[in-house]
């Protein structure tokens, strides 16, 4: 168990729907990035955020958006959904943000499948 | 820009064989390198880094050698089990000072008793 806690661990909806992921880092640690693991696209890097501020983007799309909240969980919004966003979704956290040292953490992810 | 490269799976072997999973990467500078394992169904979990040449990570049996003058972060294991039986990832954290992690397609590990 990493600490990193994600919920809800699957979700199933519909083209066109939006739908919130929510991620509660491990205690103590203040960045959380977001990741997409599909199968055709592999994993990649959407967002991290570092104590409540955006601090890198990735391949993240228009229609989704992320936000750190005061008590450091985080939620990942996709909204006008596509077939193609069925993926598994991974959270993430560390202690700081960026360094060589710094090791990330993942939960146990959610499984989208959008129909 | 920054990129790693894994050996195409899947990888079948027989429980006590040798395992070797390539990894090699392109990337600005020199950055830390990580292996990943994700087990069925679960999340990922760090396996070993390294961060800087020369140096060696090493956890449950497994090894990498940063090589620098290969950009090259092989994963070994001198006799695999079957409870090794996982896609196996291969990263770097890319440049910028981001955070961001850069995978690999993963390489699935199927050992068989």
Same mark, same amino acid.
């Given at each position: 168990d990493s600490g990193v806690t994600q919920t809800p661990k699957h979700l199933i909806t519909a083209t066109g729907q939006r739908v919130t992921l929510r991620c509660s880092p491990r205690s103590g640690d203040l960045s959380v990035y977001w990741y997409q693991q599909s199968l055709d696209q592999g994993l990649q890097f959407l967002i991290h955020y570092y104590n409540g501020e955006e601090r890198a983007k990735g391949n993240? %799309? *228009?229609?989704f958006s992320a936000q750190q909240f005061p008590d450091l969980h985080s939620e990942l919004n996709l909204s !006008? %959904? *596509? %077939?193609?966003?069925s993926a598994l979704y991974f959270c993430a956290s560390s202690v700081? !943000?960026?360094?060589?040292?710094?090791e990330q953490f993942f939960g146990p992810g959610t499984r989208l499948t959008v129909l | 820009g920054d990129s790693v490269t894994q050996m195409e799976g899947p990888v079948t072997l027989s429980e006590e064989a040798f395992l070797t999973i390539n990894c090699t990467y392109t990337a600005t500078g020199y950055p830390s390198l990580f292996w990943y394992v994700q087990y069925p169904g679960e999340g990922l979990q760090l396996l070993l880094k390294a961060t800087k040449a020369d140096d060696k990570g090493s956890n449950k049996g497994f090894e990498a050698t940063y090589r620098k003058e290969t950009t090259s972060f092989h994963l070994e294991k001198g006799s695999v089990q079957v409870s090794d039986s996982a896609v196996y990832f291969c990263a770097l954290y890319g440049s910028g000072n981001t955070g961001k992690l850069i995978f690999g397609q993963g390489t699935t590990l199927q050992v068989k008793p």
């Open positions: 993240i %799309l *228009e229609r !006008s %959904l *596509e %077939l193609g966003d700081v !943000s960026g360094g060589a040292y710094n | -």
